[in-house]
């Protein structure tokens, strides 16, 4: 007997697209074979018919992702972007330099850090030891489940300079931001710096973010990568007034403002079975330490529960999104 196969599905709203792509380029630099481009961004873009909201949309991927975990779920259902788009969005879906579409070579990079092992992957999505509590994760969880290889395939590698490739993620959305006018970031996990990277330097472009379960607590000591310098980024952050060295706005972050996160509307959002939960309540503080708007969104005080790390690819993601539309919905109105 032959089932549908989940985008397929007749059941799923049908929705009509414009859609296309075009690359933010990155700097020309000379190399042993001639000159080629440093870090671009790729960006594919979606939007209704009839667009109804105020700002697009940035959405900026975590880890070693691409922008496809904003396009499909690991069980083959459309993902965030469409949901987006339906609400009326126009929707701007980034592969960070390095990553995905974004050619990467180290020659031209630099060096790659190693490869993230698929049992980090099963500790950080979808872990044994949390199959009671993480319900929407139905799926296999061992290394050889379908959805979890599906998952995995899309998963690349950090530059061995951290700080070095959050400063290209938050340069290259920036000149985005440029291009598009102002506008939400989403971002997710490790992605989140290049969020805050990007206000920083766009504090005008940047009507609000929204950030799912970021990298954090502010200052941790994350193996392999060290302390994160600037709180959040592991990337210089401007200061006003401003900063000679991070261990000032470490040692009082309240002495400080932090231009695209001082005044700007930001939410942190949180699934109720994720291990990463914990470091978002540190990440609100320090946003509003510095002056920030920023309020934390935990899914299970909307009803939403069982949701891990991954909750914006789960088995329930069509609901995980609605408080984020109702979010972005108390942004609309006139510039």
């Known amino acids: 007997m032959s089932t549908t196969p989940p985008h397929l599905d007749d059941s799923v709203e049908p929705i009509t697209i414009r859609t296309g792509f075009f690359w933010v380029p990155g700097e020309q630099v000379s190399t042993p074979y001639g000159t080629l481009p440093r870090g671009p961004l790729y960006v594919e873009w979606m939007a209704p018919v009839e667009v109804t909201r105020p700002y697009p949309l940035v959405l900026v991927h975590g880890g070693g992702g691409q922008g496809t975990d904003w396009l499909g779920t690991p069980d083959g259902r459309q993902g965030w972007a469409y949901d987006l788009v339906r609400a009326g969005y126009a929707v701007y879906v980034v592969d960070r330099p390095g990553h995905g579409r974004s050619p990467h070579h180290p020659d031209v990079l630099g060096p790659v850090a190693p490869p993230l092992p698929l049992e980090f992957a099963s500790f950080l999505f979808a872990s044994p030891d949390d199959a009671e509590t993480q319900t929407q994760w139905p799926w296999d969880r061992t290394l050889d489940g379908p959805e979890f290889k599906q998952l995995t395939s899309a998963m690349g590698f950090f530059l061995t300079d951290f700080a070095e490739g959050q400063r290209l993620d938050g340069e290259r959305l920036a000149a985005l931001l440029d291009l598009i006018g102002p506008a939400v970031l989403i971002t997710h996990s490790a992605g989140s710096p290049g969020g805050w990277l990007a206000a920083n330097r766009r504090p005008e472009l940047v009507r609000g973010i929204v950030t799912i379960e970021p990298m954090g607590p502010p200052y941790a000591e994350i193996p392999g990568l060290g302390e994160i310098v600037y709180g959040l980024t592991y990337a210089e952050l401007t200061t006003e ?69 991954g909750l914006i690819l789960e088995a329930n993601s069509s609901d995980t999104v609605k408080p984020i539309i109702a979010w972005l919905e108390q942004l609309d109105g006139p510039e």
């Open 241 to 309: 007034p401003a900063i000679e060295s991070p261990d000032q706005l470490k040692a009082d972050p309240s002495r400080y403002r932090v231009p695209g996160l001082t005044g700007t509307p930001v939410v942190v959002v949180t699934g109720s079975a994720s291990s990463s939960a914990a470091q978002s309540p540190p990440v609100v503080e320090f946003l509003l330490a510095v002056g920030g708007n920023a309020e934390l969104l935990a899914l299970a005080d909307d009803g939403i529960v069982g949701n891990g790390h």
